[in-house]
């Protein structure tokens, strides 16, 4: 049975008229409440409309559809408000709300009516674009530099010409995974964990699956990487396709389910695909192995600390370290509830670390379209504003994209934090 109040499975899940009544009553409490207002545009176009009746907002079901659109449009599924809300079903509260599930039920009826954001659907093939792409690199990355090509990819696919993008790896991780030579030699005897690399790291930024390899070994757990996975599927839901995410969760829990089973714990080093894991493939799919998978998944500093507080680490740091550090904690990775396990692990190197709680504002792909752009750099200025006034020896950041745009706005380069330990070994690339 599901824990969350908008049940994908229910027979009802795609019921129009439900919908709407579901989200007259939950912004009724919003507008109640207001404690989420600081998040997301959502929430303050949601007030502003109301506010402009100027009834003192006793009933806000006079609000259109087309106003209704307009909030689910611009929610970009951070799930800080989930967290923040006194009215979610961990709260034991009578008006129990879930928000971000209300929102992506309300996109997905949108997307039935096929009235979703230009580009998204397109935006949402990861692994297409990533197979091609790599075997084209150079010529690809090339390409983002090309303003002519810009423009007429943001005409085709929707993707804002004027946004940063990561480039395309030459040698896909996994290519590198199965052609390297293994640090540890007794494998078996090691602790094992599945690696769940996400398309991120697959595709565009091996360099943090190398380095994930390479700290575990170094504290003597042995990376598997189970075949067949795809990619995590949060796109698809930003597209609203509920069909096609299920598609790439059942995928993702095949590959997965029989390393946990014997034994393997699941490590992610992308937040939002370790948050879709844990928390919206057990509810899309609501099977035994789904929901076995994910007790078993951990974003990777979340793993290592855990291993710490059983068995220490190795702090015997011989490579390159840095006396600070300003941190990015991500949307993703603050709703994982983790605590800021990442800030956590960079200190061992004896590096003080400031943690910025600021949204980036890319949420997948929602920031990257072409019809976002502008909401979204005022909605990440505060981040980038730090970032740019941190006087730190070193930028670090979990989410790939929320570091390309760091890259974008500040000139600065991100690194993982698995990547801040692996230099603080002294590993190389390979």
Known sequence: ???????????????GGGA???????????????????????FKDLFKMIDERDDGAHDVTFLSDEQHKVVVDECYQCKL?????????????????????LMLRSLAIQAEKRDVQ??????????????VATKLAPLVNRTNDVRPLRFLMEKA????????????????????????????????????????TTCLVEYQDPEIGKATVGVCERNGISCDLPADQVCCGMPWLDAGDVDKFREHAERNVAALVDAVKAGCDVIVPQPTCAYVMKNEVPDFLGTDDARLVAKHTFDVAEYLMA????????????GPTHETITWHAACHYR??????????????????????ERCSAIDGTWGLRAENVEMARRIAKPLMEAVSKADTDLVAGDCHLANTAIREATGKVPSHPIQVLAAAYGLGED
């Not at 709407?20 to 959502?42: G, H, L, M, Y």
């Not at 709260?91 to 971000?100: A, K, N, T, Y």
């Open 335 to 356: 709703a994982q509830q983790i605590g800021p396990k990442s800030r956590d692990l960079m200190a061992l190197t004896g590096a003080k670390v400031t943690m910025v």
């Open 81 to 101: 408000c989930f967290i923040a809300c006194p009215y979610t079903p961990e709260q034991g509260q009578e008006w129990v709300i879930d928000f971000p599930r």
């Open 20 to 42: 709407r009544a579901e989200r007259d009553r939950t912004f009724q409490i919003c507008s109640d409440c207001r404690i989420c207002v600081k998040f997301c545009p959502s």
């Open 157 to 196: 696919t929707g993707i804002s010409r004027v946004r940063l993008l990561p480039e395309y790896a030459r040698e896909r991780f996994s290519k590198w995974f199965a052609r390297r030579t293994p640090a540890l030699r007794d494998h078996a005897a090691a602790t094992r964990v599945a690696l769940f």
């Open 307 to 318: 291993r710490h507080r059983e068995q220490p680490l190795d702090t015997n740091f011989t």
């Open 118 to 131: 230009k580009g998204a659907r397109l935006l949402a093939r990861t692994d297409l674009q990533g197979k």
């Open 1 to 15: 049975m599901t824990s969350h109040l908008y049940d994908p499975l229910d027979a009802s899940y795609l019921d």
